[in-house]
């Protein structure tokens, strides 16, 4: 097995050559060692997940889960940047690039070290216990606690075992977490038969884990089977790579669902294809109140099937509809359909490419909605166009709003007065989040100024990454410290002085754990970004840096 992917285009020379937009015949020198904090968080991240992933290995040795994967991640990721920070000791004047070659090297082999040593044991030694097995009243039946497991025959036998003592008043069951195959599908199909009348609350999120798609798709069709008929208000099928032929599987359980309430596809491989089959197989969604869709490939023509769902679901609450692949055509689509969905307290549409029209479209059905609580709305390429048509459109309705996202717009300082107007409109904001922006220390300090008044809920305001100077951080600092439920103030990758940022820390004297790190700051950072990156170098290393270490993931050798 090997870990760690060629690392692309290492120079011969001492250092790395970077030659600027203009080639202004000037080179740009670039250490490529120490790595920054941010870069070490996510090669941690990246091991996580790894060591979390259903592979050969895993099915061979066991799979971690995620606490445990990620405490063995911080221990392999702290030990190979000591071995890489030794081995650079050694040599100074080099550039780094070795270091990082032993630095990935090192966390390849202690990885496969944890892959193969496998899950600690219980203390009994059991795979499976009995107090992994959450029993509550009678009535929640929930074997998703411990580590993540593959289920067959026996061990089914023996978990469900509980599910068929006489006089069982089982209404919630969650299998979530272990991955079930042909036979253990089987027995859970001979407990869940004399239980489907009275079952409300269904959760098979992540039960197919690494298994084979054939097998995976005949667990489905048995599960779907045996609760056909169920009259569920709760429905997870998260997690499971359904695609349309997961979808489809499931067909007779959700034709037969016209009382739901709740409806998690996350992560779920939801395409055009899949969503359509979705609308097609549910027969009702008058009762929904939750609906979520996040991480999927819905794409345009997707979000336009949704969007017939979300139609016909007027009692709609919270819905999420993040990371899916949709641009400007599916989120007017979308934006249009809510418009009936006047009861809706949590909005989540981030990370699409909406842009402006979208958001204008957005931002006529919004006045309607006036129990929002909760609006993410970042990533959707809004720009100061759609982000003031919004912000203006939710003083309208959401005195409430607790919790406002708009990171990664291009906001300017064009945008903030209708911001501020906004935040200052309520006081209620608990969770500010307009990082990756262009605010600078103009639109921060109109924020700021916003939040001068009352917000005594206030927790947490995240401008990072948004060129603020000096000014702006102390507008920002002083405002919210003084916030009695205050506790993290990020204005991390921005361009304050070493001065600017004294004073901020200055201001959190009493309290220096409600401002968060300024590892990423650039006290000498310019406007412009770009000819910034040529003239310092600064992000040209963590680029180089960060792409000799993404590509860190398990391989496999037979």
């Known amino acids: 097995m090997c870990l760690e992917q060629p690392l692309s285009r290492v120079s011969s020379s001492p250092h790395l050559i970077v030659m600027d937009t203009a080639a202004r015949n000037r080179t740009i020198s670039i250490k ?26 895993s099915r061979k040795y066991g799979l971690l889960d995620k606490v445990e994967a990620e405490e063995d991640a911080k221990k392999i990721e702290a030990v190979a940047y000591e071995a890489a920070n030794q081995h650079f000791e050694k040599e100074p004047d ?6 990082v070659q032993l630095y990935a090297k090192e966390s390849s082999k202690l990885m496969l070290e944890v892959i193969k040593r496998g899950p600690h044991p219980k203390e009994n030694g059991e795979a499976i216990k009995s107090e992994e097995v959450a029993v509550s009243q009678n009535t929640f039946f929930d074997i998703s606690g411990g580590r993540r497991a593959f289920i067959e025959g026996e061990e089914a036998t023996e978990l469900l075992k509980p599910l068929g003592e006489p006089g069982s008043k089982f209404t919630k069951i969650c299998f979530s977490n272990r991955s079930f195959g042909l036979d253990a599908a089987r027995v859970a199909e001979e407990y869940l038969s004399a239980l489907k009348d009275q079952l409300t609350e269904v959760d098979l999120s992540d039960f197919v884990a690494g298994r084979p798609e054939i097998e995976a798709l005949e667990v489905m069709t048995i599960f779907s089977s045996v609760l056909d008929g169920c009259e569920l208000r709760y429905l997870n099928l998260s997690d499971n790579a359904l ?27 939801i395409s055009e294809e899949a969503a359509q089959a979705v609308c097609e197989l549910i027969p009702s969604t008058e009762k929904l109140r939750v609906l979520q869709f996040h991480n999927n490939m819905t794409g345009d023509e997707g979000a336009i099937a949704i969007s017939q769902l979300v139609k016909n679901s007027p009692l709609l609450e919270d819905f999420r509809c993040s990371s899916t692949r949709v641009g400007s055509e599916g989120g007017v689509a979308l934006a249009e359909a809510l418009e009936v969905c006047t009861h809706l307290k949590k909005l989540d549409l981030r990370d699409n490419m909406f842009g402006v029209d979208a958001g ?16 993410y709305l970042s990533y959707l390429n809004l720009e100061d166009e759609g982000v003031i048509a919004l912000a203006e459109a939710l003083k309208k309705s959401a005195t409430s709003l607790q919790v406002l996202e708009m990171a990664g717009n291009d906001i300017t300082a064009k945008a ?8 200052a409109a309520g006081d209620s904001i608990t969770k500010l989040n307009l990082s990756e922006n262009e605010l600078k220390d103009d639109g921060a300090i109109v924020i700021a100024q916003a939040l001068e008044q009352g917000h005594a809920q206030l927790k947490e305001v995240d401008l990072s990454t948004n060129a603020i100077r000096r000014v702006g951080a102390r507008a920002l600092a002083q405002t ?13 990758g921005n361009f304050i002085s070493d001065e600017g940022v004294d004073e901020v820390k200055v201001v959190f004297k009493s309290s220096p754990a409600k401002l968060g790190p300024l590892d990423d700051n650039d006290p000498e950072g310019e406007d412009d970004n770009e000819e910034d990156e040529d003239e310092d170098g600064a992000s040209d290393e963590d680029d180089e840096l960060g792409s000799k270490l993404k590509g860190l993931e398990i391989k496999h050798d037979d």
């Open 480 to 492: 919210v410290v003084v916030k009695p439920e205050f506790h993290l103030l990020n204005i991390d």
């Open 243 to 269: 695609g349309e032929k997961g979808v489809r599987a499931f067909g007779s359980l959700l034709k037969s669902q016209s009382k739901l309430e709740e409806l998690y596809l996350m992560n779920d491989g």
């Open 416 to 423: 903030a007065p209708a911001l501020a107007s906004l935040i």
């Open 32 to 57: 490529l060692w120490p790595p920054s904090q941010s870069t070490r968080l996510m090669l941690v991240e990246r091991m996580t997940k790894n060591l979390t992933t259903p592979s050969i290995l």
């Open 360 to 375: 204008l479209a957005l931002s006529k059905t919004l006045p309607g909605f006036g129990n929002l609580i909760e609006v």
């Open 94 to 99: 080099g550039d780094g690039n070795s270091a």
